[in-house]
């Protein structure tokens, strides 16, 4: 099994370094399907351990030692569990699909081969993230996937607001990593370990208030990758990175890999409930107010990664109330509506010419009807219809807030619901429907490539069948590592009137969406300069108050502490002590004027200060010690 | 009256002043020599009386020393300033400023 | 030859220095890469005869110079100094390979030789004496370099680097002797000998002022705020190879110092000073960050982010634990390693614009994508990502000072976002956007010469990211020596309890197996 172990982690590193070779060369397929291929192979044998671990086995490997020094020890080891091998497969099945994916969306791209490169590594810091047996590993991944983010970001470097977007990403995970850092120092100096048995074996032992420091800051950690309030405004910026990019990294696997770690650390969290709740109420929090800001945007993709944001919300309600395999689950099923509602928006993007307004946009069901047909399952499933996927694993997490007693929490989640389904549809309906606005623009669009729309099929799949089929085998696998709560109404009419209601609650939203947007579009003056609304397509105003309030003062205080203080008050006090000592020497050199009787002169009086000062040395000497005696 | 060590002293010190004085203020170099010659000697006398005093003859070797030294000083110096004078013409200390620093 | 590798180490480039005065204009350059090589190889051997299990100085020589006052020629290497000594090789050899300096390359080749002397001589070195002489010596060829071959205010920029440095020698010569002549007054005999003065245990407060001596030599060296405006003068004056050597290796001196003599000499102080050292440390590590993110050059922006990287060595070295030095010890390298590379691909671009504005790049990763590749390789190793060599050491530097403060640690923690600012954004200008001078549009991208030069540091950054083992455990058991030696040394309870007892707990855990 080991090998299949490898396979899965190093396939898509060799993919990488494979496309890197052709780095600079002129585009060849060759590197894109090399590297969806690769990823295949990564994604067999994922399904193999897959198979394997649902045989109730799992695999660890030790590869080698990376840091050895004193008491630490931290080796490159790897852990295939119920866990891991969840990730697993949702990162190589998303992954292969993107790739694929990619072949045709960057096909008339410069970048081709990089592009390629940088996808892989991607999805081998991934890799990296979820098998590691170890804190510091998991922070190797953590680290890489923030390295391919930032790339791939970045990856149209000539555009200003890329490469701006793909740093302030990076920064902003940055201040989380710290924490989690921080988290980690924390860990090995009151275990004595990083590895993940070690860990949770003997965490029970600590004082109450260093394990709930050590949950905090790891906490942390996980709201900058998850771009969890107040490090969230890099997702939305995140969206200048192509499409499949957002896909892939900003929808299914790198912004999750927040809740993994809170569901990895789950013997951590487990023993600090209040702490969940701080995370249950902060996910809430970020789930209603990420989708009130998708509700008015006007910019496809952003509207897509404000319901990332949200959905990620959900996630850490349901890991902060204990409910981790419930917050898995979510995060698979949202990794293939969501990638798959990212890939249905870069197909539209290529027809309008990379418009990303809706509102220029309208009627593409005629032209796009694949697309059309995919993103509309896409969007049921992310609004949690029945059967579908979201239905699932969202209403579930709405269950385990009624269950566990947060009636706040169920009842925003709920609103959530509620925005969640009538953005998805506005968007829809704006894209698809009515009137063909595109046209006086002078674009007419078409369908992506064949192959682009078979790719994108079995996420279409995934995201109708993964909650149906895949819950209680799924259940039953994880919870041999999980925390095994189910979360039952017991009442069954309060359950059949909440699973109603919220359903009829959803489809009303959904009619309220298709209405407002779906034949003429009326754009309502009145509403749009009102507060509420400007406050909405400001974002809070969030990014603006980061710019005037971190990033403006620091770059001022940077130019202050280099031109006054570095260069005129720490070198001008270097300067200044050698001036004067060079000043002396100045003033002083006309002592030697070359006079022997005036030198002469100075001789004498120097003897006579000698003398002087001996002997007053001497006498206060003498005095300080008859004293003494 | 005895004449004690401190008389000696005292008359080291005094030569050593005038000699001081004398370094200070001529502008003739012959002069300066004197003067210096003033110096070395008032260090003999106070040498040489300690010396005597103390019974330790340490103190007068040093002061044959010291005669040795100037005697070669003041013949080296005068062979210089007869050099000077030659050239020159003049042996006054404020035209020597080759050594302005 | 095996027993005398260490003074054929230090030696040998001398000799062959100057044989090099009589060696043709022509073939200098590839004499000197010769020379470099050999004596790289020679130190390769040196690690391969190198007992890694062995924690004590290994390859000793001792020749009395002055015995009257116990002064004689003593090296030896340990874990400590030994990769220290292999960086100095590897950058010497990588310096005059990749060379594009074409004025004068006799002369410099020369000096640079030279200068490899001095280095070798300054890590190897265990009496106080050779130390010093090797230290200031290493002086005169880098004042040259930067006086000979610097830019238009490099008169300035090299006096002020050498009497700056100078100065602060001068207070650690006075130190050392006290430091012998408390020796003296203590064991009836005198000793520069390092080994023999860590068996001497000082009264506290005699440590407090040998230790504030040391200090200032080695703080100047390092440098330490406030003592580091010298640095962004000689890097902005320096050419290239200066740039490169000095920080590459000089820095390390003033670190690799502390380590030789401040920890096990003056155990109470250091701990004493613990904390004012740590704040230096971090004002080192922030304010330095924050300079470099205001620069317009893009030399001085490296040139400031050594002196934040030095911060956190600094840290990791009074962090008073294993982890906490080993972990400054593997960042000297590490540093080294990155820096040089960082200063050897600002000589690249420099070669081709005569600038180092980043107003005047802008779009440099469409015209030359290699030079961006490897520039950006060795950008996100400096920022410490992850299997790069700057995180290995980071890590543990910052986990060692963990021990000793939380709150300390956490600001300096900010290391890694405060680098990533300045880091990310200097790349932003220099090679993101389009191409909007017109200098730039037909610059040449890398080429051989210059690969032969960076590739191996981009292969030597990734490698020991990966696999730092092979380093880390040398240096790991000779810093276990010299804590343990702190810590038997130590009189105040605070130095007891802040400086671990490995043997302690090592026969603890025996103990415990044995029930």
New interface residues.
């Given amino acids: 099994m080991e090998v299949y172990l490898y396979i899965a982690l190093f396939a898509p590193l060799v993919g990488s370094l494979f496309a890197a070779l052709f780095?600079?060369a002129p585009k060849t397929y060759l590197t894109g399907i090399a590297a969806s291929g690769l990823l295949f192979t990564s994604f067999v044998s994922s399904a193999i351990l897959l198979n394997y671990v649902l045989a109730g086995h799992t695999v660890h490997v030790e590869m080698?030692?990376?840091?050895?020094?004193?008491?630490?020890y931290i080796p490159f080891g790897f852990v295939v569990d119920q866990v891991s091998v969840t990730m697993m497969m949702v990162v190589s099945v998303v992954s292969t699909v993107v790739h694929v994916y990619s072949i045709g969306y960057m096909a008339h791209d410069k970048g081709f081969n990089r592009f390629f490169s940088y996808l892989s590594a991607f999805v081998f810091s991934m890799m990296v993230l979820v098998m590691s047996d170890n804190f510091?590993g998991l922070?190797?991944g953590w680290?890489?996937v923030g390295?391919c983010s930032?790339l791939l970001i970045?990856f149209w470097?000539?555009k200003?607001s890329a490469?701006?977007a793909a740093?302030e990403a990076?920064?902003m995970n940055?201040?989380a990593?710290?924490a989690m850092?921080?988290g980690i120092?924390?860990l090995?100096?009151n275990l004595g370990s990083l590895q993940y048995d070690v860990v949770f074996a003997n965490i029970a032992t600590l004082p109450m208030h260093i394990i709930t420091w050590i949950g905090i800051f790891l906490f942390i950690g996980a709201m900058g990758k998850s771009a969890q309030f107040p490090l969230h405004t890099w997702l939305a910026d995140a969206m200048e990175g192509p499409t499949p990019v957002s896909a892939l990294i900003h929808a299914a696997t790198m912004v999750t890999a927040g809740v993994y770690l809170v569901v990895r650390a789950n013997p951590i969290y487990g023993l600090i409930p209040e702490v969940g709740i701080v995370i249950a109420s902060l996910g809430a929090f970020v789930a209603l107010f990420a989708a009130s800001m998708a509700l008015v945007n006007r910019d496809m993709k952003r509207i897509i990664a404000y319901s990332t944001l949200s959905q990620l919300g959900y996630m850490f309600v349901a890991a902060g109330l204990g409910a981790y395999w419930v917050a898995l689950f979510h995060l698979m099923a949202h990794a293939f509506f969501k990638a798959l509602l990212f890939l249905g928006a870069g197909n539209v993007m290529h027809a309008m010419h990379d418009e990303l307004d809706p509102f220029k946009m309208g009627g593409l069901k005629k032209s796009m009807k694949w697309t059309w047909i995919l993103m509309t399952l896409a969007s049921v499933a992310l609004a949690g219809i029945y059967p579908l996927a979201g239905f699932f694993s969202k209403d579930l997490i709405l269950e385990v807030a009624f269950v566990e007693h947060h009636y706040v929490l169920y009842t925003v989640l709920l609103l959530t619901a509620g925005l969640t389904a009538f953005y998805s549809f506005r968007l829809v309906a704006l894209i698809f429907h009515g009137n063909e606005r595109h046209l006086e623009h002078g674009i007419h669009p078409h369908e992506a490539y064949t192959f682009m729309l078979y790719a994108m099929a079995p996420l279409g799949v995934l995201a109708v069948i993964a909650g149906m089929a895949f819950k209680t085998p799924y259940y039953l696998m994880v919870t041999h590592l999980l925390p095994a709560m189910t979360y039952h109404i017991h009442n069954h009419t309060t359950f059949w009137i909440m699973t109603i209601g919220t359903q009829l609650f959803v489809i009303a939203a959904i009619t309220y969406a298709y209405k407002k947007y779906a034949k003429a579009v009326k754009v309502d003056k009145k509403v749009e300069s009102g507060l509420l609304y400007q406050l909405l397509y400001n974002q809070y105003f969030i990014p603006k108050i980061y710019d005037e309030v971190f990033s403006k003062p620091?770059?001022k205080?940077?130019?202050l502490?280099?031109?006054e203080?570095?260069l005129k008050i720490?070198?001008a006090?270097?300067d200044g002590i050698?001036n004067i000592i060079y000043q002396t020497g100045e003033k002083t050199?006309?002592?030697?004027?070359?006079?022997?009787?005036s030198m002469?002169?100075w001789m004498?009086i120097g003897l006579v200060v000698l003398l002087v000062l001996a002997v007053a040395f001497t006498a206060g000497y003498n005095a300080v010690n008859l004293q003494a005696m | 009256m005895e004449i004690t060590l401190t008389h000696y002293l005292v008359l080291s010190t005094v030569l050593f002043a005038i000699g001081l004085i004398g370094v200070m203020r001529r502008k003739n170099l012959l002069m300066l020599f004197f003067a210096t010659e003033i110096l070395l000697n008032a260090v003999n006398i106070g040498m040489a009386a300690i010396s005597h005093f103390r019974g330790d003859y340490t103190g007068q070797m040093f002061a044959f020393f010291i005669i040795a030294i100037a005697a070669s000083e003041v013949a080296v110096g005068l062979g210089l300033l007869i050099v000077w004078y030659k050239r020159t013409g003049k042996i006054d200390l404020d035209q020597m400023t080759s050594m302005r620093g | 030859m095996q027993e005398h590798i260490l003074s054929i180490l230090i030696f040998f480039p001398a000799l062959a220095a100057m044989f090099g005065f009589v060696v043709h204009k022509d073939s200098v350059r590839a004499y000197g890469i010769t020379v470099a090589a050999i004596e790289f190889f020679l130190s390769l051997w040196l690690w391969n005869l190198y007992d890694p299990m062995t924690s004590g100085m290994q390859f000793m020589e001792m020749a009395p110079l002055v015995s009257a006052f116990g002064i004689s020629y003593l090296v030896g290497v340990d874990g400590i100094s030994l990769f220290i000594i292999i960086l100095s090789t590897f950058f010497t050899l990588i310096g005059i390979a990749s060379l594009t300096e074409k004025r004068r390359v006799k002369d410099l080749i020369i000096t640079l030789l030279f200068l490899e002397m001095t280095m070798i001589g300054v890590f190897a070195a265990l009496d106080a004496i050779v130390f010093y002489v090797f230290w200031e010596l290493s002086l005169i060829p880098m004042l040259y370099i930067i006086g000979a071959w610097g830019g238009p205010l490099r008169i300035y920029a090299s006096i002020k680097f050498f009497l700056y440095t100078f100065t602060g020698s001068l207070v650690m010569l006075v130190g050392m002797l006290f430091m012998a002549y408390f020796y003296y007054q203590a064991t009836g005999q005198w000793s520069f000998s390092l080994l023999e003065w860590y068996r001497l245990i000082l009264p506290v407060n005699i440590q407090m002022w040998l230790f504030a001596a040391f200090f200032l030599g080695f703080a100047i060296k390092v440098p330490m705020f406030p003592f580091h405006t010298w640095l962004p003068y000689a890097h902005g004056q320096a050419p290239t190879i200066g740039s490169v050597i000095l920080a590459a290796i000089l820095l390390k001196m003033g670190t690799y110092a502390f380590i030789r003599f401040s920890l096990p000499l003056f155990p109470d102080a250091s701990v004493a000073f613990m904390f004012p050292i740590a704040i230096i440390a971090i004002i080192m590590i922030v304010y330095a960050a924050m300079v470099a993110y205001a620069q317009e050059d893009i030399k001085q922006v490296v040139a400031y982010s050594s002196i934040s990287h030095m911060g956190v060595i600094i840290l990791g070295i009074f962090s008073m634990n294993v982890e906490g030095i080993t972990g400054s010890v593997f960042l000297m390298i590490a540093h080294g390693v990155v820096s040089g590379a960082l200063f050897l691909l600002v000589g690249v671009i420099y070669d081709r614009r005569h600038t180092k504005l980043m107003s005047e790049f802008g779009g440099l990763a469409s015209v030359m994508p290699r030079y961006a590749t490897i520039f950006g390789i060795m950008m996100m190793a400096s920022v410490g990502l992850p299997l790069t060599i700057n995180f290995v050491g980071e890590f543990l530097s910052l986990l060692g000072f963990y021990k000793q403060s939380h709150s300390y640690t956490l600001v300096a923690g900010t290391a890694i976002i405060v680098g990533a600012i300045y880091m990310l954004s200097a790349y932003k200008k220099a090679f993101f956007g389009t191409v909007t001078n017109e200098k730039n549009k037909n610059l040449k991208d890398v080429n051989r010469t210059e690969l032969l030069g960076l590739v191996p540091l981009v292969v030597v950054a990734i490698w020991l990211g990966v696999y730092p083992k092979p380093l880390l455990e040398p240096i790991n058991n000779s810093v276990e020596a010299i804590v343990q030696l702190m810590h038997d040394k130590a009189q105040t309870l605070e130095a007891k309890q802040r400086i671990p007892d490995l043997s302690n707990s090592a026969g603890l855990n025996s103990t415990q197996e044995a029930h």
């Fill in positions: 780095g600079a080698m030692t990376w840091i050895a020094a004193g008491d630490l510091l922070f190797i680290e890489g390295l930032w970045g470097y000539h200003e490469t701006w740093n990076f920064i940055r201040i990593d710290l850092l921080i120092f924390m090995y100096w620091y770059l205080l940077s130019k502490a280099w031109k203080i570095d720490v070198d006090t270097v050698a050199h006309t002592m030697q004027d070359g006079n022997l009787s002469l002169r004498v």
